[in-house]
Antibody, heavy 115, light 107 residues
Framework: QVTLKESGPGMLQPSQTLSLTCTFS??????????LSWLRQPSGKGLEWLAS??????YYNPSLRSRLTISKETSKNQVLLKFTSMEPADTATYYC????????WGQGTLVTVSS | DIQMTQSPASLSASPEEIVTITCQAS??????LAWYQQKPGKSPQLLIY???SLADGIPSRFSGSRSGTQYSLKISRLQVEDTGIYYC?????????FGSGTKLEIK
């Protein structure tokens, strides 16, 4: 049983950098074809894929590439996301999910960007 | 970017009815398509992957099909618990893109 849980600051001010952590269990990033992804969803709106880490390769949504960094701490079963220059428009629930078909999801963490 | 045009935006149906939701891809994506259900306040749940394969634990009332670049999700024998928003996803190419969602209400 794969479980994932996102953690983050909850609220931050415009121009700050968002740091999110996805802590997972029931699998390992050392496993072949195992990866994790970050997605987000503004309240009442649709889903947007942000970035994935898979088989030691990183993949980013080109529209946000300059602001995103995804990384992993394999020994801690964690995947991290850094998102720079946050704006109020980046206010959303941020999810981590297993890469591929997004078969497993965390509960999401709400991030509010406001001064 | 590949655009996924999803329709309808919303629909209302009665229990035991059959409903169909479609996604039109802006180019060939093969079978690199999935369907998700999202209930209010919850994370999305994978229903269908590879256009037609049923995800683990999903009732057989849910089925997916493909005709060229048009993909459909059919829900047979609607149940009250099928209420939610349904999304398609293409993972053929970067950036992965979702349809805009279909809000399903059970009368």
């Amino acid at each position: 049983q794969v479980t994932l849980k996102e953690s983050g600051p909850g609220m931050l001010q415009p121009s700050q950098t968002l740091s999110l952590t996805c802590t997972f269990s029931g699998t390992s990033l050392s496993t072949s074809n195992m990866g994790l992804s970050w997605l987000r969803q503004p309240s009442g709106k649709g889903l947007e894929w942000l970035a994935s880490i898979w088989n030691n390769d990183n993949y980013y949504n080109p529209s946000l590439r300059s602001r995103l960094t995804i990384s992993k701490e394999t020994s801690k079963n964690q995947v991290l996301l850094k998102f720079t220059s946050m704006e109020p428009a980046d206010t959303a629930t941020y999810y981590c999910s297993t890469s591929g078909w997004f078969a497993y999801w965390g509960q999401g963490t709400l991030v509010t960007v406001s001064s | 970017d590949i655009q996924m045009t999803q329709s309808p935006a919303s629909l209302s149906a009665s229990p035991e009815e059959i409903v169909t939701i479609t996604c039109q891809a802006s180019q060939d994506i093969g079978n690199w398509l999935a369907w998700y259900q999202q209930k209010p306040g919850k994370s999305p749940q994978l229903l269908i992957y590879s256009a037609t394969s049923l995800a683990d634990g999903i009732p057989s009332r849910f089925s997916g099909s493909r005709s060229g670049t048009q993909y459909s999700l059919k829900i047979s024998r609607l149940q009250v618990e099928d209420t939610g928003i349904y999304y398609c996803l293409q993972r053929y190419s970067n950036p992965l893109t979702f349809g805009s969602g279909t809000k399903l209400e059970i009368k």
